[in-house]
């Protein structure tokens, strides 16, 4: 397809069988588009959605090759909370992904319908839609190959973007684009000391460069959990960078400061996910939802598949479905999660615990980046532990388009202590009378010739 088309255009057209009637998404990494299957035999046409590589990244191959993982690794895998994968199509060289329509809207979306509508998610419905999060990761990170042994499959993308709540009362969570198993995780590792994932849900270790397993997904879940219990956002700061140094440094809030009467078991499950080193967080995406499932049982909360559909339509009773919109009424890239992927360099060195101010949690719409990050500091700087901070604002997207004016890394000594302030007031103050008593010998030395 020539890429001077708009791809609105494309509507009307077949991708094999299937005709496009909508475009839900674009921009990124993908795009999104409403299809139809063909009626067949029992007259009963179905929707679906078919996934593309947008028209700039079809032609190149590090994309292709991660777009085909995609679907392979998701097709491969069959669970009540996990969106099906029916098929791969190639149109004009371009692949597409075909998966089975949802009717619903991603947990963003339904975020902040309820915050638009005054509306509060009820603890035993976000302890629901987790449980259910919990028990499609345990599948994923439970799957073996032909012989056996653990594909140790880590999702990478855990976020409300990812999240499918459908109007059934049902939880699926959607794109495995930057899934991997553990043997691919450490090749990425080792060569190109790189990850992918969203910037405010991603793990401590994720951010600096080590090795991920599937408690680096139970990290995101506690994120999402601590979001939907207080309404707030954890690490969303006003730049990508600050929200990557709020993962590493800055105290995690418990829940109480926001929610009142919160039972000490749901704080204490948060904060067992919220632990910035691995070994200290739940063992297993089982046990993590045994124990939410507990909490709901201890107080008696309405909390299942007919709660969270009359919490559904409560917010969206207003709205028609998805696929009897209009095109007019297409949903925006923003609404639907759609992130921009910039490139971050650290370095691999042990990142110190530092003093940062507290910072005020907002509930501005903030977009979750994509973010990709390299473990090798810049050649011109020695690797010491380094801080992030915001330096000149350049930055290279995803699609490979000119460089884009977001955010960039300079490299500075952590934030010091009080006494540390101190041990710099009297370095100072030794150089100024360093650079006095060398003034005064040369006057002396001038003087008497």
């Known amino acids: 397809m020539n890429d001077t088309v708009p791809t609105d255009l494309r509507v009307g057209r077949f991708v094999g069988s299937y005709r496009i009637e909508r475009r839900l998404t674009g921009g990124g990494m993908a795009e999104l588009f409403l299809a139809r299957a063909p009626a067949g035999m029992l007259d009963v046409e179905r929707a679906v959605v078919l996934k593309a590589l947008p028209s700039a990244l079809a032609s190149d191959a590090h994309w292709l090759s991660m777009f085909y993982d995609e679907a392979r690794l998701a097709a491969r895998l069959d669970h009540p909370n996990l969106v099906r994968v029916l098929d791969l199509l190639l149109d004009d060289g371009r692949p597409h992904i075909v998966m089975e329509y949802v009717d619903g809207r991603d947990l963003r979306l339904v975020l902040k319908r309820a915050r638009a509508l005054g509306v509060a998610l009820p603890s035993g419905l976000a302890c629901y839609i987790i449980a259910e999060l919990l028990g499609a990761l345990a599948y994923?990170?439970?799957?073996?190959?032909?012989?056996?042994?653990?594909?140790?499959?880590?999702?990478?993308?855990?976020?409300?973007?990812?999240?499918?709540?459908?109007?059934?009362?049902?939880?699926?969570?959607?794109?495995?684009?930057?899934a991997k198993a553990a043997q691919q995780l450490r090749s990425e590792l080792t060569e190109a000391g790189q990850f992918k994932g969203k910037c405010c849900y991603s793990a401590p270790e994720q951010v600096r460069c080590r090795e991920i397993d599937a408690r680096t997904d139970l990290f995101a879940v506690g994120i999402v959990l601590w979001e939907l219990v207080t309404g707030r956002r954890l690490f969303a700061r006003v730049n990508d960078l600050d929200s990557l140094r709020a993962i590493m440094y800055e105290p995690i809030p418990p829940l109480r400061e926001f929610v009142a009467d919160m039972p000490e078991a749901l704080e204490a499950v948060v904060a067992r996910a919220l632990q910035r080193e691995p070994a200290d967080r739940y063992p297993s995406a089982e046990t993590m939802r045994a124990d939410l499932e507990a909490v709901i049982r201890a107080h008696s909360w309405p909390a299942g598949s007919l709660e969270l559909e009359r919490f559904m339509a409560t917010l969206f009773a207003d709205e028609p479905p998805l696929e009897a919109m209009a095109?007019?009424?297409?949903?925006?890239?923003?609404?639907?999660?759609?992130?921009?992927?910039?490139?971050?360099?650290?370095?691999?060195?042990?990142?110190?615990?530092?003093?940062?101010?507290d910072a005020e949690l907002s509930d501005a719409e903030l977009p979750d980046i994509d973010i990709e990050v390299?473990?090798?500091?810049?050649?011109?700087?020695?690797?010491?532990?380094?801080?992030?901070?915001?330096?000149?604002?350049?930055?290279?997207?995803?699609?490979?388009?000119?460089?884009?004016?977001?955010?960039?890394?300079?490299w500075s000594e952590p934030t010091p202590t009080e006494p540390r302030r101190w041990n710099r007031v009297l370095l100072v103050a030794a150089v100024a009378l360093g650079i006095l008593g060398a003034a005064v010998a040369t006057a002396l030395r001038l003087h008497f010739g």
């Open 374 to 410: 390299s473990a090798d500091p810049p050649t011109s700087i020695t690797p010491l532990p380094w801080q992030i901070e915001m330096s000149a604002p350049v930055v290279t997207s995803s699609a490979g388009s000119p460089t884009m004016p977001l955010a960039a890394v300079s």
């Open 327 to 357: 095109p007019s009424a297409e949903t925006s890239a923003d609404d639907a999660g759609a992130a921009t992927q910039i490139e971050v360099r650290l370095p691999e060195a042990e990142l110190p615990d530092a003093e940062l101010p």
């Open 140 to 178: 994923v990170h439970s799957r073996r190959d032909a012989s056996g042994i653990s594909l140790g499959l880590v999702h990478r993308d855990v976020s409300p973007a990812n999240l499918m709540i459908t109007f059934a009362g049902g939880v699926k969570l959607i794109d495995f684009g930057i």
